[in-house]
């Protein structure tokens, strides 16, 4: 039988890289043509552990006065590292942000809310030295997928976590969550329960719970065919969002799963969908950053 040109791609490139140590998100992190970006820093340290590392993508002519996207991938809260996200980081860079992809200690090492409180110090490390680098850290915008989308959605309606880390949450312009859990309860499956459930408040621990005036503007999509994280979720948390008055555009993407809804921000994929077209515009408008056909006028800072 003939693998279909990419499932073809990512097998050769998993001997490639060595049988013992390859996944095929490595595979495709290693193969994929990216944008043109600057990758201004890697392993940055945002915190004293081992995970609590960091990569910096700008621009391809270089950050000045950019908007910060903070990009958390994900994988259920377990796995997932940084490196196999360059091209994502790469693609934001191009659409005018600095781009953030953080890492973030994992289960079994820990348990919520630690994954979140890593988020925080991340978006801390972004206020303190975006300006560094060229990014306006007035301008922070959050971006996930899949458990990210869980991390960047309850950095934004959960507060406590920004303020514990030295962040005023107004720095948050607007989230985007692709393909995310937002309204899980009963906890289902091993990791999901080991994750969350030694909580004392579990309904705390979901987003459409938190949602009210104060949440930052947020473009939530799904694709139809998500199996994974039914697009419910996305349905569910737009419904209550709205509700309250929150700014909120919604996109669900016919015949995309779950991982392709973030696999369309690639530039093999991107003609799939317009999620990152979508997505950027949306970030943009809440932002002081126009991009290339974006007719609105970005949000001014306090």
């Known amino acids: 039988m003939t693998l279909p040109p990419l ?22 992190a290693t193969l994929t043509p990216t944008d043109r970006a600057q990758q ?32 958390f991938y994900g994988g259920t809260w377990e796995d997932g590292r940084r490196q196999d996200y360059g091209w994502v980081g790469r693609a934001l860079a191009a659409e005018g942000f600095l781009a953030l992809a953080p890492d973030y200690r994992l289960y079994p090492e820990v348990a ?19 300006a560094r680098y060229g990014g306006d850290p007035s301008q922070i915008v959050l971006i996930g997928h899949s458990a990210g989308a869980y ?17 005023d949450p107004s720095r948050i312009r607007a989230v985007a969550g692709l393909a995310g859990p937002y309204d899980f309860l009963p906890l289902e499956g091993e990791t999901v329960r080991g994750v969350f459930g030694a909580a004392e408040d579990l309904a705390a621990t979901q987003p459409i719970n938190l949602a009210d005036a104060q949440a930052p503007p947020t473009f939530l999509a799904t694709g139809d065919s998500d199996s994974v994280v039914r697009p419910r979720n996305t349905e569910a948390l737009a419904v209550a969002l709205r509700a309250q008055g929150v700014a909120v555009e919604t996109k669900t993407y016919p015949g995309l799963g779950h991982a392709g809804v973030l696999l369309a921000l690639s530039r093999p994929l ?6 990152l077209a979508d997505m950027s515009a949306f970030l943009r408008r809440h932002t002081q950053v126009a991009g290339p056909g974006d007719k609105v006028a970005a949000r001014q800072t306090p």
């Open 270 to 275: 991107r003609g799939r969908a317009t999620v």
């Open 151 to 167: 991390d960047a959605v309850m950095l934004g309606l959960d507060r406590r976590y920004l303020q514990a880390a030295g962040v």
């Open 112 to 130: 919520y809310p630690a994954f979140l409180e890593d988020g925080a110090a991340a978006v801390a490390w972004a206020v303190e030295n975006a």
């Open 7 to 28: 499932r073809q791609a990512l097998a050769l490139a998993c001997l490639g890289l060595a049988l013992s140590a390859c996944s095929p998100l490595t595979a495709f």
């Open 40 to 71: 201004t820093g890697q392993g940055l340290a945002y915190g004293p552990e081992p995970r609590q590392r960091l990569d910096l993508y700008a621009p391809p002519q270089g950050a000045k006065g950019a908007p910060v996207a903070v990009f």
